[in-house]
Structure formats: C-alpha cells, structure tokens
C-alpha cells in the first residue's frame, strides 16, 4: 500500500497540472525543482556553521559546502560525510538540498561537505564522477585544515548522488584513503533500467520512465556509456573491498530493485551492507520531511548509521 501521505502529496502535484520534467529544459527543470522544495522540506535547523569552499576538479572549479554541527566549534579531527545531491545529475543544487545535509550534520554529529558538482547536459559523463573524487580528494587532503578525520570520512547521496557515491567507492578503492562508509539512498545502479521495478512503478510515482529516459539521455555521451561502471556501479567486474554501506530504497521507486541488487552484490562480495526499504514511499521522499513522516524516520536512520559507522564527534581542539 502507498504511505496515504504520498498518496496525497501525488494527488496535489496532479492537481496543478505542472509539465513533467522531462517536458521541460534542463533550465526549467532546475529552476522547478529549486522553487518547490520550500512546499515539502522540513525548516532548515540551525547549525554551527556553514561555509563554502571553491575546489579544483581539473582545469575547473566547484563549490563544497561545510556545514558543521551545533556545538561543535571546539571540536577537532571530526568525522565527516561527502554528501552528493540528488537530481539525474541535471537538476538540484547545493539549496536543494541543504535541508537534508543540516539535517544529517546535527544528527549524525559530523562534518557534512555538499558537493555542487557539475550537471548534465551542458557537463555530460563522466564529469560529475570526476567532481565526486576531486571533491573527496580534497576533503582528505586539507583534512587538519577543515577539522576532520580523513580517516572517517564517509560518501552518501541519494539518487544521482547515490550513483555518485557508489561510483566513487569503487574508483577510490586502491587509494591510501578510501571513504569509511557509503550511504546510499534510493541509488540509481544500472543505467540500462532493466530492473523488474522499472517496469512495476514507471507510471504513476513521481519518478516516471519517461522521466529516468530523459535524465539519462542529458547524463550519457552515447549509449555506450550505460555499461561504464562508472556510470553503472552494478556493472562494475568487483565489489570487494568496498567500504560498508546502507542502502535505502522506497517501494514504490523505479529504481527500487536496482538498489537490492546493488546491495545484495555488496554483500555476495563480503562487504558489510545494511538494506531498509521503506515499502510504502516513492523517490525522492527523504527530502520531504514537511509532509511525509516517514522522510524524517529515514533521516534519523541514516544518521544513526553514519554515527554508528563513523564512531565519535572527535577530540576537544587544543
């Protein structure tokens, strides 16, 4: 059964006759999202501090946000997460998501980075993966100057960013630091959608397949590019010697089964995975803490998770 707060919440987003994004420019789209968040995020709790930092990936630069948790401005060698917004990796931004990483930050008790990495179509594959390492590169590298632990530093997002996420693991797995932990909400796993789910919640859940084939298509270079593991985490010859993982999937999500599955591949590779489905929610509900109350469980999960994995706020700064 659909949660009846989900159902409701379908129900007003049909009443207002809104194009669907894949009826949209990647600029309306992006200026869409961005304007809705104010109906069904929770309000932004205070923290301690945040702070943007502008970072080389290449030749370029992007942004990461800091956040800090309250009460910690006289703590040192903190744990922290490198969190990768949602969005197909063409719409979402650092605002989009702000709520969630203050969230997460204060709960978790941890440094969040928030990666403004750069989006489809104008910076196709594999520039958000490259944005994703360089992003936790840094992080490991001015670690003493940021106040962290480099090595506890985790990796999370939801939905692109969870792609991200389980990407970067992989390509940062023969490096001296790797991320201690992956959190992954609702991931997108395999770029072929060919999952059973694709085809039982493609209509009718926010998250369409018309909407999944047009984020693709403003993500991908060519066709080819879905069988890259760096495109298709799933795909990749090996998951062994991943960091431990939670992988969170909604039932009513497209991209559902490709999330067992990539959880189910973690632990057949002897990776220490944690799987929850909140059976009842559709994508993107995380976010949604306004109106759905089971988003606000799910937060609070994750947090515990991270905490959990991370273990410790640090040490008092001398």
């Known amino acids: 059964m659909l949660d009846p707060q989900a159902q409701s919440l379908l129900d007003l987003i049909a009443s207002t006759g809104l194009p669907p994004v894949n009826q949209q420019t990647p600029v309306d789209a992006r200026q869409s999202y961005r304007q809705r968040r104010g109906y069904t995020q929770p309000e932004a709790p205070a923290v301690d501090c945040v702070k943007d930092h502008a970072i080389a990936s290449g030749t370029t630069r992007i942004t990461v946000r800091e956040y800090r948790p309250a009460g910690s401005a006289a703590m040192t060698q903190s744990p922290a997460l490198l969190y990768l917004h949602g969005g197909g990796w063409t719409i979402g931004d650092l605002e989009t998501h702000d709520v969630l990483c203050r969230s997460l930050c204060n709960q978790a008790q941890c440094v969040v980075l928030s990666v403004d990495y750069r989006l489809a179509p104008e910076h196709a594959f594999p520039t958000a993966y490259d944005d994703a390492l360089a992003a936790f590169d840094w992080a490991v590298t001015e670690a003493q100057t940021l106040g962290i632990d480099a090595s506890r530093i985790a990796i999370g997002g939801d939905s692109a960013g969870g792609n991200l996420a389980a990407a970067a693991c992989i390509g940062l797995r023969d490096k001296p630091f790797q991320p201690a932990f992956q959190l992954l909400i609702y991931p997108a796993t395999d770029m072929r959608a060919v999952a059973p789910s694709h085809q039982r919640n493609g209509e009718g859940y926010l998250l369409t397949s018309d909407a999944i084939a047009w984020f693709t298509a403003q993500y991908l270079a060519q066709a080819a590019d879905a069988i890259d593991w760096r495109a298709s985490p799933l795909l ?83």
Do not use: W
């Not at 590779?269 to 059976?279: D, K, L, M, R, S």
């Open 236 to 318: 990749a010859a090996s998951h062994a010697e991943l960091p431990p993982a939670l992988v969170l999937t909604a039932g009513f999500d497209p991209l559902r089964d490709e999330g067992l599955q990539y959880a189910d591949a973690l632990s057949v590779a002897g990776v220490a995975t944690q799987y929850i489905c909140f059976e009842r929610q559709i994508h993107g509900f995380i976010t949604m803490g306004r109106v759905l109350g089971e988003a606000n469980t799910a937060v609070s999960l994750c947090a515990l998770a991270l905490r959990s994995a991370l273990k410790g706020r640090g040490h008092p700064a001398q």
